[in-house]
C-alpha cells in the first residue's frame, strides 16, 4: 500500500481471498461480514485488475461522494464501459457533459405534473392484471410484479405500439444480460473464459434486439405522425438547448432502453419486498386498510397517493430493509481525501446502500419492519438513500412511488396476500431482487 494515502482498514489474507470468490453468489453476505470486521469503511485491493476498492456504510462519507464533491466522481467503469456495452450510453451508463446534457432533456418528462397525467394509464393497467384474481389462488408475487410493471412502462412509455411477444422478450434479454453482467464484474478473470467462449459476444447480441425491438417502435412512431401522451412523444418532440437539434435515433435507443429496464425492475423488486413485509405484519396491514377506507373517493388520485401518508411508510420502510438499488458505485477522477482517509484518481468507490440502511449508528432496531419511524419530522435527514442523492438522483423516483403506492391501495382495498415464505431467499444483480414470493389471495 502506497505511504502517501491513508486508506480504511484494508481486508487482507485469507479474508480477502474469501471476499473475492465468495463475493461472486453472496455479495451482501461478504460486504456486510466486511463491515463487521473492519467498520465502516474498508479499503481492498484486487490481486488480478490491481484496483483501488473503497466501501462504505458511513453516512457522512456517502454524502461527500454523491454530493459534497461529485464533481470528482464519475459512474465507474463497472457501469459505463462493462454494463454500457450491453446498454449504450442512456442516463444509466453515461458520464460528464454528455449525460447532464440528457439528464436536462429528459427530466420534464418526469415532472410531477406529467406523472399525474399518467395515473389513469397505470391504473387501467393494475385493474386489468387484478380482474382475474380469484380468493384462494396461489400466485407468485414476484413474477407477477414483473408483468405488471412492465406491462405499465409499456403503456406509459409506447402507448400501445408494443406488443405483448415484444415486452416478454425484452425481459428475458434484460434477466439474460444482467446475469453475465454479474459473472464478468464480480470475478474479472473470469471474464476472459466468458469472451473465449463466445458468451460475451452473444449477450451483446442479446441487446443488439433488445434495441432493434425499441427501433422498431420508434419507426412505426415516426411513420405515423401520430402524436401521443407518453414519454416517447416527448423524447421524440425535445430539442437540445444549444443546437435545437432533437436527438439521434441511436441516442433516443438507448435512453428508452435503460427507462424501460430502470422503469420496471426496481419497481417490481420493491412491491415484491414492500408485500412481503405487509404479509408479516397484521398490524401493518389493518393500518393500511383503514387509511383506504378513511380515503374514501380521494384514495386513487395522484394527489392523495403522493402526500404524506402510512402508505407511503410503508413503501419507505420496506425499501430501506431491502433496496432494490442495494450499492452505488463511483470512481474518483483525481486523488481525494475524506476526514482521516485519502484516496488516489481511479479508486473505486461502492457505497453499500443495504448496510448504510441497516446500520445501527443511525437506525433503531434496524433490522425490524417500522413503517412509523418515517413520521419523525427529521426524516428527510436519514441515512437513506434508495433512489441515491445528488445531482443523479434517479429520474424515476417519482414515477415509481406513484406507480408503488398506486398498486399497494388497488390491491388491499379488495384483497390481502397470505405468503407460504417466512423468509425470502435474494439475488443482487444490478439490483436486488427476491427470487420469488409465493403465497395465496384471499378476499378483504
Known amino acids: 500500500m502506497s505511504p502517501e494515502f491513508n486508506y480504511?482498514?484494508?481486508?487482507?489474507?485469507?479474508?480477502?481471498?474469501?471476499?473475492l470468490f465468495k463475493g461472486i453468489k453472496n455479495p451482501l453476505e461478504v460486504i456486510t461480514g466486511n463491515h463487521k470486521i473492519a467498520g465502516d469503511n474498508y479499503y481492498i485491493k484486487t490481486n488480478f485488475t490491481n484496483k483501488n476498492f473503497?466501501?462504505?456504510?458511513?453516512?457522512?462519507?456517502?454524502?461527500?461522494?454523491?454530493?459534497?464533491?461529485?464533481k470528482n466522481y464519475y459512474?465507474?467503469?463497472?457501469?459505463?464501459?462493462?454494463?454500457?456495452?450491453y446498454l449504450g450510453n442512456g442516463l444509466l451508463t453515461n458520464n460528464g457533459k454528455d449525460w447532464l446534457k440528457q439528464r436536462r432533456l429528459i427530466q420534464p418528462g418526469f415532472s410531477k405534473t406529467k406523472i399525474t397525467n399518467l395515473v389513469s394509464i397505470m391504473e387501467e393497467?393494475?385493474?386489468?392484471?387484478?380482474?382475474?384474481?380469484?380468493?384462494?389462488?396461489?400466485?407468485?408475487l414476484y413474477d407477477f410484479f414483473h408483468k405488471l410493471a412492465f406491462n405499465i412502462v409499456a403503456k406509459t412509455l409506447f402507448s400501445s405500439d408494443i406488443g405483448e411477444t415484444?415486452?416478454?422478450?425484452?425481459?428475458?434479454?434484460?434477466?439474460?444480460v444482467q446475469e453475465v453482467f454479474a459473472k464478468e464484474v464480480r470475478l474479472p478473470f473470469y471474464s476472459k473464459i466468458l469472451k473465449v467462449l463466445g458468451i460475451i459476444d452473444k449477450?451483446?447480441?442479446?441487446?443488439?434486439?433488445?434495441?432493434?425491438?425499441?427501433?422498431?417502435?420508434?419507426?412505426?412512431r415516426k411513420s405515423s405522425g401520430e402524436e401521443k401522451d407518453d414519454l416517447l412523444n416527448m423524447l421524440i418532440q425535445t430539442r437540445y438547448e444549444d443546437t435545437q437539434l432533437p436527438m439521434s435515433d441511436e441516442q433516443l435507443v438507448d435512453e428508452m432502453l435503460i427507462l424501460f429496464i430502470a422503469g420496471h425492475e426496481t419497481t417490481a423488486n420493491a412491491l415484491s419486498f414492500i408485500f412481503f413485509e405487509i404479509s408479516q405484519s397484521p398490524e401493518a396491514e389493518e393500518k393500511l386498510k383503514k387509511e383506504i377506507a378513511d380515503e374514501g373517493e380521494m384514495v386513487f388520485t395522484s394527489e392523495s397517493l403522493m402526500k404524506k401518508s402510512f402508505t407511503l411508510n410503508i413503501?419507505?420502510?420496506?425499501?430501506?430493509?431491502h433496496s432494490p438499488a442495494w450499492a452505488i458505485d463511483r470512481q474518483a477522477l483525481e486523488n481525494?481525501?475524506?476526514?482521516?482517509?485519502?484516496?488516489?484518481?481511479d479508486t473505486l468507490i461502492i457505497l453499500y446502500i443495504t448496510g448504510l440502511h441497516r446500520n445501527p449508528k443511525y437506525w433503531t432496531d434496524p433490522n425490524s419492519f417500522i413503517p412509523e419511524r418515517f413520521d419523525d419530522e427529521n426524516a428527510k435527514n436519514f441515512a437513506y438513500y434508495p433512489f441515491g442523492s445528488g445531482p443523479r438522483l434517479c429520474i424515476g423516483e417519482h414515477f415509481a412511488i406513484m406507480e408503488m403506492a398506486l398498486i399497494i391501495r388497488k390491491f388491499y382495498k379488495k384483497f390481502s396476500f397470505i405468503s407460504y415464505q417466512k423468509a425470502l431467499k435474494k439475488k443482487a444483480l444490478v439490483t436486488l431482487r427476491p427470487t420469488s414470493l409465493k403465497g395465496k389471495i384471499s378476499k378483504s
Open 8 to 19: 480504511p482498514t484494508e481486508i487482507k489474507g485469507t479474508r480477502k481471498l474469501y471476499s
Open 54 to 70: 473503497i466501501f462504505s456504510q458511513d453516512k457522512e462519507f456517502t454524502e461527500y461522494i454523491l454530493k459534497q464533491n461529485h
Open 75 to 85: 459512474k465507474s467503469e463497472i457501469q459505463s464501459i462493462t454494463l454500457g456495452k
Open 125 to 140: 393497467e393494475i385493474d386489468k392484471a387484478f380482474h382475474s384474481f380469484q380468493p384462494g389462488q396461489d400466485i407468485d
Open 166 to 176: 415484444q415486452v416478454k422478450e425484452l425481459g428475458k434479454i434484460i434477466t439474460e
Open 203 to 220: 449477450t451483446i447480441e442479446k441487446s443488439e434486439r433488445s434495441k432493434a425491438i425499441i427501433q422498431g417502435v420508434l419507426d412505426k
Open 315 to 321: 413503501i419507505k420502510e420496506a425499501m430501506r430493509l
Open 336 to 345: 481525494d481525501h475524506f476526514n482521516e482517509y485519502s484516496w488516489p484518481k
